[in-house]
C-alpha cells in the first residue's frame, strides 16, 4: 500500500478543467454611455441650435459669407510652401552648376512670393475693404515678379549660349 501512495505521489496530478467562459456584462440599454461620436454629434446640434438663435455673443465668432474654405487655404498655404521650395532649389543648383544666373532666378522669385504673401493677408483678413490696397500691391508685386524673372531666364539663356559657343 505504501507503494501505492509513492507512485500516486509521483505521478502527475491532473489539471483540473478550466472555468467556463463568461461574456462580459454590459449594462442594459438605458444606461449605455454614448461614445465619442454621439457625443460630438450632440454639440454640434447644440452650437447649430444656438447659431440659428444667434445670440450677438456666438454671432462675433461666425465667419462671414467670404471666407476662405479650409481646402481653399490648404491650396493657399501649400502654393506658398511649394513656391519657397522652388526657389530654394533653383538657388541650390545654381550653386551647384556655379551658374550665376539661377541664383538670379531665385531672386526674380521673390516678388512673386511677396505678392502671394499679399493674397494670404488680404484673405486672412476675410477680403476687409481697410486692406484694399493689398490687392493692388499684389498686382503690382506680380508684374514685377513675372519682369524680373524674365530678364533672369533671358540671363540664363545668354550664358548657356555663350558657354557653348566656348565649348
Sequence with gaps: MASLRLVAALAPSPRPPPP?????????????????GVVLAAAAAAVAAAAAASPPALAA????????????????????????TA????????ERTGIKG???????????L????????????????????????????TVIGNLTMCIAAYRI?????ESSKTS
Design 61 to 84: 465668432l461666425s465667419e462671414p459669407a467670404n471666407a476662405l474654405s479650409l481646402p481653399t487655404w490648404a491650396v493657399h498655404v501649400s502654393s506658398v510652401a511649394e513656391w519657397v
Design 20 to 36: 467556463p467562459r463568461r461574456e462580459p456584462r454590459r449594462p442594459p440599454p438605458s444606461t449605455v454611455r454614448p461614445t465619442s
Design 157 to 161: 539663356f545668354k550664358a548657356s549660349q
Design 102 to 112: 539661377w541664383k538670379g532666378l531665385s531672386w526674380g522669385m521673390v516678388p512673386l
Design 114 to 141: 511677396g505678392g502671394a504673401m499679399c493674397a494670404c493677408t488680404w484673405h486672412f483678413f476675410y477680403n476687409s475693404e481697410s486692406l484694399e490696397v493689398l490687392v493692388a500691391l499684389q498686382g503690382a508685386l
Design 87 to 94: 526657389m530654394w532649389l533653383v538657388w541650390d543648383y545654381g
